[in-house]
């Protein structure tokens, strides 16, 4: 990427498609860097002034939760999710540093009512360990 403000910013860079590059005016060094052919990635937008969605339409979250190495505590925590009629989008599982066979898990969930997911949200610490909002918001596919 292109220096900006030298004496501001040092080696400001980034991966972007290339609209970005033409809309911040910025020099594209390498084109075409992912490794496998239909690669896709998710960009997040971020804004630099807090606007509060209303809860009435807050239809999405990321969560963080853990679980312990033994048989069905996935499960247990997903039946919960699936009660308070949540949809699963995404999963991810991370090793847990200095925990053997403890495993992280970042979920995506999506619900019509957010009662649902104050309900359980309620639920969820008592099912797993360190149970974590990362954030609620409005999907962007509706």
């Known amino acids: 990427a292109r220096r900006i403000h030298q004496q501001q910013l040092q080696g400001v860079a980034a991966i972007a498609p290339e609209v970005a590059a033409n809309l911040y005016q910025l020099e594209i060094l390498a ?22 969605v ?4 807050i239809n999405k979250a990321s969560l963080r939760f853990a679980t312990d ?40 969930v999506t619900f019509e009512e957010y009662t649902e997911f ?3 949200k309620s639920i969820l610490p008592i099912m797993c360990k360190n149970f974590k909002v990362i ?8």
């Open 31 to 52: 084109a075409n860097i992912q490794s496998i052919h239909n690669n896709a990635t998710r960009f997040v937008l971020l804004q630099t002034e807090n606007h509060a």
């Open 54 to 57: 209303p809860e009435s339409e």
């Open 69 to 108: 190495h033994k048989r069905g505590s996935l499960a247990t925590v997903l039946n919960v999710m699936s009660d308070c009629n949540m949809n699963m989008t995404k999963i991810q599982s991370m090793p847990v540093i200095d925990n053997p066979w403890q495993y992280a898990f970042f979920v995506d």
């Open 118 to 120: 104050e309900k359980a």
């Open 135 to 142: 954030g609620a918001y409005k999907s962007g596919n509706k």
